[in-house]
């Protein structure tokens, strides 16, 4: 079966800091990856999307950056974190099989920056 | 550009109210609609989608959304609601741009139930 994995869960970090934030698909090859983000009181913001290795589209200027080294891996990172960072991270990969189509969505990462 | 308009952020119903979280959505070309729940401190699970058939499409939990071409809408329902159903919902459509597909979400709308 397919499934995704998002770590950490939560993530306090002080401003100026990095992050790595890293998802993993199991159970498909070639899926299209997504990072959304979600901040306080507001809906979820697509930040980039990949559609293969190395492949990486940024919806809106920001100061992440995403990168997808494997096929089932999806990284999203920041050389210096600013406190507008913090919210809520959730990873997603989509499919088409058997004439169904879906979209499956992380457990996502509560990011804090303080 | 595909966009998705969720005008209720916020929505108090007494339990066993039906309630209805509405949903409009522009796009020029044919559609996937998709209906998400966020309960607190989770994150996002799928409940319903419409994809294409029937326009009247149902979860396991007693929702249920119509999809309405005339009208560009796509709005959640349920007849009863319960305490368990207090989260956020999140409409979503599905688009295309030069073969990349990707979700565009409404703002949400948080459903509150009063006992």
């Known amino acids: 079966s397919q499934t995704i994995h998002?770590?950490?869960?939560?993530?306090?970090?002080?401003v100026g800091s990095p992050l790595s934030l890293e998802c993993t698909v199991e159970?498909?090859?070639n899926p299209n990856l997504y990072w959304y983000r979600q901040a306080a009181g507001r809906g979820l913001q697509l930040l980039f999307y990949s559609v293969g290795i190395g492949q990486i589209s940024s919806e809106v200027p920001q100061n992440l950056s995403a990168s997808r080294p494997q096929d089932r891996?999806?990284?999203?990172s920041s050389k210096k974190l600013l406190l507008s960072d913090s919210g809520f991270y959730l990873c997603a990969w989509s499919s088409y099989r058997g004439?169904?189509?879906g979209y499956t969505f992380g457990s996502g990462t509560r990011l804090t920056v303080v | 550009a595909q966009s998705v308009t969720q005008l209720d952020s916020q929505v108090p119903v007494f339990e066993e109210a039906p309630v209805e979280l509405r949903c409009n959505y522009s796009s020029s070309v044919s559609v996937y609609l998709f209906w998400y729940v966020q309960y607190p401190n989770q994150g996002l699970q799928l409940l319903l989608k419409y994809l294409s058939g029937s326009t009247l499409v149902k979860s396991i939990n007693g929702f249920e959304a119509e999809f309405n071409k005339s009208q560009t809408s796509f709005h959640l329902r349920k007849p009863s609601v319960h305490i368990s159903d207090t989260a956020e919902y999140f409409c979503a459509v599905r688009t295309l741009t030069f073969g990349n597909e990707k979700l565009t979400f409404g703002t949400g709308t948080r459903l509150t139930i009063i006992p």
């Open chain 1, 6 to 14: 998002q770590w950490p869960a939560t993530l306090v970090q002080p």
């Open chain 1, 99 to 101: 004439g169904v189509y």
């Open chain 1, 73 to 76: 891996q999806f990284i999203l």
């Open chain 1, 27 to 29: 159970g498909t090859s």
